[in-house]
């Protein structure tokens, strides 16, 4: 069943029901257009199965609410049913319609790409196959039982130098240029970055709480330089609740890589590489492992021993 309501920005909200669990939401200009697309969503909850599209958003509905993983899995979801093979209803995509599509993309990405979509994949059958027999008591087949997955890429281990971080902030807006900062001083990721705000912040006593990041909710040790970025940054949030760093994420990726470009770095100069180089630049001060661990925010100790070895 579909519900369309009109939000405080003028457009048009829809959303999907099936058996009481939200399928899929969607916006729009005008209510026609909602109400057309909500019947051609409804159109296809009216098939026996449903299709990848439409299971990989129920996945991520109920699986991944409130996690900042939920919209790169929408995302890759979206990707993913680009490609014909998966434009299937579930029951009907088998393991050489998988294969192909890894083929096909092992020809357009890198293998480390193309195994985080096929485990996607996998993942959406799994949680899908479990669900219809729980409601109908069919036992489905899972394509994905016997696909090989493509070994993923050394890690980078590329370390921006001090020097290096002074150059790319030169070729950098000033907004941007103090969420990359940040991301050195703190060893932060780009979402926790991002989703900071005034309440979040504890600067008289020097750290800040990142709450449900990538691995749960941590507190982060502040340098003196981290405090002074915020300080700044806080004189121009416009309430407690909103964002400090009001940028889209996409758009803080762009500004690493035009501004590497323009002063003459490398490739492998990226946003994440900031938050290893902190990492790898504690270590060297001779912190001990659990001191690392209180700046990365890893729970596993063993995640933090490629910065100790």
């Known amino acids: 069943m579909a519900t369309i309501r009109k939000l405080p920005s003028g457009k048009w909200n829809v959303q999907v029901r099936q058996s009481g669990k939200l399928i899929a939401s969607s916006t729009h200009r005008t209510r026609e257009i909602a109400e057309i697309w909500a019947e051609e969503k409804e159109g296809r909850l ?19 609410p409130r996690k900042p993983s939920q919209r790169l899995a929408f995302n890759r979801v979206d990707r993913i049913c680009k490609h014909r093979q998966m434009k299937k209803p579930m029951n009907e995509i088998t393991l050489q319609d998988v294969n192909q599509y890894k083929q096909a993309r092992l020809s357009e990405v890198s293998p480390t790409t193309c195994r985080d979509e096929l485990m996607m994949i996998k ?12 409601k109908t008591g069919e036992t489905l087949e899972d394509p994905c039982e016997l696909l090989t997955i493509p070994k993923a890429n050394k890690p980078r281990d590329r370390v921006v130098t001090r020097e290096e971080l002074a150059l790319l902030l030169s070729a950098m807006s000033p907004q941007m240029a103090v969420i990359v900062e940040l991301a050195y001083e703190t060893a932060m990721r780009r979402g926790e970055l991002l989703k900071i705000t ?9 750290f800040l709480r990142v709450v449900d990041g990538k691995e749960g909710s941590r507190d982060v040790p502040l340098t003196r330089r981290a405090v002074e970025l915020l300080e700044g940054a806080l004189e121009a949030c416009i309430s407690d609740t909103s964002p400090i760093l009001r940028v889209a994420s996409y758009s803080v990726t762009q500004a690493v890589r035009r501004a590497r470009e323009e002063v003459g770095l490398g490739d492998d100069v990226r946003f994440h590489q900031l938050r290893h180089s902190r990492i790898i630049e504690v270590a060297r001060m001779g912190l001990n492992q659990l001191q690392i661990m209180m700046v990365s925010g890893h729970r596993d100790i063993r995640s933090v021993q490629r910065y100790t070895h």
Do not use: Q, T
């Open 46 to 64: 009216g098939r026996d199965h449903l299709s990848f599209l439409d299971a990989g958003y129920a996945y991520c509905h109920e699986i991944l």
């Open 123 to 134: 993942r959406v059958f799994k949680w899908y196959i479990v669900e219809n027999n729980a």
């Open 198 to 206: 005034p309440k979040d912040l504890f600067l008289n006593e020097r």
